[in-house]
């Protein structure tokens, strides 16, 4: 990866991050590192005013970890996970004479790690919470596209993401683009199989995995699909940020080697989407950032909340496995969300049925209906 790519006013970074690369035999190890450092300095650039890696002490390693505890809707299990990746890039950096200490390696961070009792913490989306939003955002579509709304697309948009989050068990960066992270581009179309109710996506793992659909998610994304005609290559959830979307047609019609002059003309007194049409230029997906960002502002408008809180991306994923460990099977739970082993699947949801495997305890031993 060139330096082009590194972490914007990181000096050295992205060298940096290639040497580290060559001691890590996994592939996969080598991407979630990446993800982890990567996540870091974007936080520290932004908030904390750090432009090296030198830079980097105590306070902002543990002002890291308070944003992804706070902010970055990540399971405790995984902020442990990228700041474990993290601190052992450090140290590798610090063995290797590159910095002087490693200032992940303290407590004054760690103090502030959430425990793994933590996880089953994380929000669920409710039933009333899950059936309020997704009648708000049907009845947002239904009205766009009766007064005939130029909004209309982003509404059916919306409410694509809103069904995929509540009724499939992905997780956000499995359909939305990942900031620095050149795999995660999106889902497209290409990979959603409407007629089988099936779309792939590119797992945890780093594998692709396939994904069920329920018949009224897929019939919401096939309404989707027709109202706006999209090619195979349009991400599913596209950005309705016009920035990103002029930027994506200057750099494409750049590689196709058009001059600044005709890409200027080509732009000039033009709506964007007519652009991307005309030119068949694929918009960006929208990023996990923007998931987040696009939540919160439907869930107010809805007035819906969990605990005081919006509705969370992964809030849709714990949901759903909660409702099928509790009144399904513990198997069906682990084959939707797609987990390694049942241990796993046990270890998320096991807890949060106690009042459940008592019903079924008075009804096997004292034969209670």
Known sequence: MSETNATPGIRGLETLLDDRMVSLESPQT??????????????????????????VDEQDARDWVIHLVKEDDLAANSIRTYFALARATFGWWQRSDEIDRNPLATTTAEEVLPSKSNDVEQQFW?????????????????????????????????????YILADTGVRG?????????????????????LEAGVMTVLGKSGDQESVSLPGVTTEKLARHRRLIDAPDEWP???????????????????????EDEEIEGAL?????????????????ALTTEGARTLLKRLCEEADVDIDGDYLKPHGGRRGLGDDLYGEVAAESAQEVLRHKSIETTHASYRDRHPEDLAADIEKVRYKSE
């Open 30 to 55: 080598q991407q979630i590192t990446r993800v982890a450092v990567n996540n870091l300095f974007q936080f520290l650039t932004e908030n904390n005013d750090v432009d090296s890696v030198e830079d």
């Open 126 to 162: 409710t039933a009333d919470a899950r059936e309020r939003l997704l009648n708000y955002v049907d009845e947002r579509a239904h009205a766009a596209l009766e007064n005939d709304s130029s909004d209309a697309a982003h509404a059916f948009r919306d409410r694509s993401l809103v």
């Open 173 to 193: 960066a499995e359909v939305c683009s990942v900031s620095r992270d050149d795999r995660r581009n999106g889902l497209q179309w290409a990979d959603v199989n």
């Open 236 to 258: 599913v959830i596209p950005t309705g940020d016009a920035t990103s979307k002029y930027r994506a047609v200057r750099n494409e019609l750049a590689d196709r080697e058009y």
């Open 268 to 284: 000039e007194d033009c709506e964007i989407d007519e652009v991307l049409r005309e030119y068949e230029v694929a918009p960006p």
